[in-house]
């Protein structure tokens, strides 16, 4: 079969009615694959596990914390706090080194359809409750951070 003609079933196979096009595919055997729920979920979720989704995801997030620093904000995360666009230790003394990359670790998860993120201080080690956050990173890679105050 020439090309052309294989177009040209593939383009009336598409104008048919959607049930129609179910009845047919129901007859392949990697539509039952394809269909499943735990497909689609991997599907959605593999997408976060990329390396490039994972740089550009930190990326955003070190651009946020930048913004907030410029800004001159006060944020308090599960363990980390910023005030007046300084990193600190505690309320009473900030960090040396103001970079994010020098003070913490940015540790992301998937749940569900987002990826979670919270910041884990490299200097000292907190007790951090396993399911706190502090923000998420959607799926077009904007961040938005939660305020634990």
């Known amino acids: ?8 079933i593939v383009t ?10 179910d009845v047919v595919y129901s007859f392949d055997p990697t539509y039952y694959v394809f269909n499943t729920e735990n497909f689609q979920k ?3 979720t593999g997408y976060f596990s990329l390396r490039s989704f994972r740089e550009k995801a930190n990326r955003s997030i070190e651009k946020a914390f930048q913004t907030l620093q410029t800004m ?4 308090s995360g599960v363990s980390s706090y ?4 300084q990193w600190m230790y505690d309320e009473d003394y900030h960090h040396e080194w103001q970079d994010l990359s020098d ?5 992301m998860c998937c749940k569900k359809d987002l990826v979670v ?17 502090d923000g998420i ?4 890679g904007k961040v938005e951070l939660f305020d634990i105050f």
């Open 1 to 8: 079969m020439s090309t052309k003609n294989e177009s040209t």
């Open 12 to 21: 009336m196979f598409y104008e048919l009615p959607k049930d129609v096009q």
């Open 42 to 44: 991997e599907i959605k």
């Open 72 to 75: 001159g904000a006060t944020w």
């Open 82 to 85: 910023m005030q007046e666009g």
């Open 103 to 107: 003070n913490y670790d940015i540790y």
């Open 117 to 133: 993120f919270r910041l884990q201080p490299k200097l000292r080690w907190t007790n951090v409750v396993e399911d706190s956050y």
């Open 137 to 140: 990173v959607r799926r077009d």
